[in-house]
T-cell receptor
């Protein structure tokens, strides 16, 4: 069975500071990896995904994540955060054989201080 | 393309009642998945429908059921509601390549 661990439930940072949200997964088979973001009172939006190829993937709003197979990690980073990045971030995994069932981590609440 | 829509957005029920939630996927998407989101349990997979057939199922009691129509719209039903069923219910659709799911805004169910 697959599982996802987000080690930090809350991460407070100052505006324009760098941030890293950690994600580790467990799976005996190959997986696809995702980061979703949920703004207050909204559904989830896909931030970025790793399916294959380059292990470094980037979003249009400056976030990036690197797939590290040996460490089974998919940490999310941004070099300089903005107030508008305040949201909850979910790491997720799905397996090749059942791509429609996503297993989510418990989420990390990112709060940006001015 | 229009996104995933869910109706109603908010719902208040009392214990013992039943409820039906509706989800319209993105046009052309044939897979619809349902998730329950609560502060204590996080996001949990309920089930997935593809071409009117349940293809995957999570670990929820039989009180939670669903169905999908020929136009890919899906409904989720919860019978004999319990206080613990209060949650945000999210629907997601997928189709084509990419494997990502596109989520609707959710239906917030409150059970009193």
């Amino acid at each position: 069975a697959q599982s996802v661990t987000q080690l930090d439930s809350q991460v407070p940072v100052f505006e324009e500071a760098p941030v890293e949200l950690r994600c580790n997964y467990s799976s005996s088979v190959s997986v696809y990896l995702f980061w979703y973001v949920q703004y207050p009172n909204q559904g989830l939006q896909l931030l970025l995904k790793y399916l294959s190829g380059s292990t470094l993937v980037k979003s249009i709003n400056g976030f990036e994540a690197e797939f590290n197979k040996s460490q089974t990690s998919f940490h999310l980073r941004k070099p300089s955060v903005h107030i508008s990045d305040t949201a909850e971030y979910f790491c997720a995994v799905t397996v090749y054989s059942s791509a429609s069932k996503i297993i989510f981590g418990s989420g990390t609440r990112l709060s940006i201080r001015p | 393309k229009a996104g995933v829509t869910q109706t109603p957005r908010y719902l208040i029920k009392t214990r013992g009642q039943q409820v039906t939630l509706s989800c319209s996927p993105i046009s052309g998407h044939r897979s619809v998945s349902w998730y329950q989101q609560t502060p204590g349990q996080g996001l949990q997979f309920l089930f997935e429908y593809f071409s009117e057939t349940q293809r995957n199922k999570g670990n929820f009691p039989g009180r939670f059921s669903g169905r999908q129509f020929s136009n890919s719209r899906s409904e989720m039903n919860v019978s004999t509601l319990e206080l613990g069923d209060s949650a945000l219910y999210l629907c997601a659709s997928s189709g084509g390549t990419g494997h990502e799911q596109f989520f609707g805004p959710g239906t917030r169910l409150t059970v009193l």
